[in-house]
């Protein structure tokens, strides 16, 4: 019997055609990001342990490793595009939440204020970023191939139930040892009077982006939930903001 593209017109092959070759482009586009990525995480955690292993403290770990840590969640933004493009079946606004708040993490309170960067606090969260983004990456790359082992894909929509919380207690720590460095400074801040006629507050700023977490974090764990759901146990679930 012939199949529907058999039939169709010479027009109706060519878009086949097209479509075929884009979703080619667009597999080795994720397979070659999502290995990227895994090699990055990786590198970090290598460089964490032979820091730890060589020194005996978690002082000036971040400092040690912050380069590549800054390059890899930075690079992450290409996953709200992803998401805005449609290549990636996720809401733009959760990756967008979650990725924008990480950046924010390391360039505008660990990368900017030096006198937190020893804190017990910022390695717990950058340890669980590592944890998550190893066992993330690595479920879509062989997701994407083809070949997903089941410890993987529990472990993607599992770990999270843990690390998820740690990771906002690390964050939110961090930001309040950050809070007396910045009222001291006033760094970021824009006082009156001055040419723009406007004032901003960076100590007050952070305040809010600390009380933001209390609406915006459930959101992420119900999402990654109701992922676990969908994905493990095979649950059909219609998204809001999708
Ligand atoms: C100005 C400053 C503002 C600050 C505001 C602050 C407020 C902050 C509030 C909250 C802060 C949270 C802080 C976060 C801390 C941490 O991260 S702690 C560490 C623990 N973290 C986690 O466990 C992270 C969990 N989150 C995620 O996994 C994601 O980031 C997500 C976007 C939240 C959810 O992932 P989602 O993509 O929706 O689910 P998946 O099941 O993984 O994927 C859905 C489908 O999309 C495919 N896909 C997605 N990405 C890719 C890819 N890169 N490559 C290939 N495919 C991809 C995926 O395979 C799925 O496809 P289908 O199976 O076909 O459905």
Redesign the pocket.
Known sequence: MASGEEDGTVEEKETNNKKRTKGAIVTAW?TF??IAMTAGWLVLTVAMVKYYLQKGTHKGLYRNIARTLKFFQTFALL?VG?CAIGI????VI??G??V???I?MVWFITNSIRQIQNEESVIL?VV??TV?EIT?YSF?TF??LNHLPYFIKWARYNM?IV??PL??VG?LLTIHAALPYVRRSGMYSLRLPNKYNVSFDYYYFLII?ML??IP??PQ?YF??LR?RRR?LHGEIIVEKDE
């Open positions: 994720l990001y999502n996953e992803h990636v079946r996720t809401s959760v990756t939440v979650q924008c708040s990480r924010f969260f669980v970023w998550t993330r879509y997701n994407l999270f690390m998820y990771g906002v964050e982006v933001s977490y915006l974090f992420l999402h990654m992922q994905v």
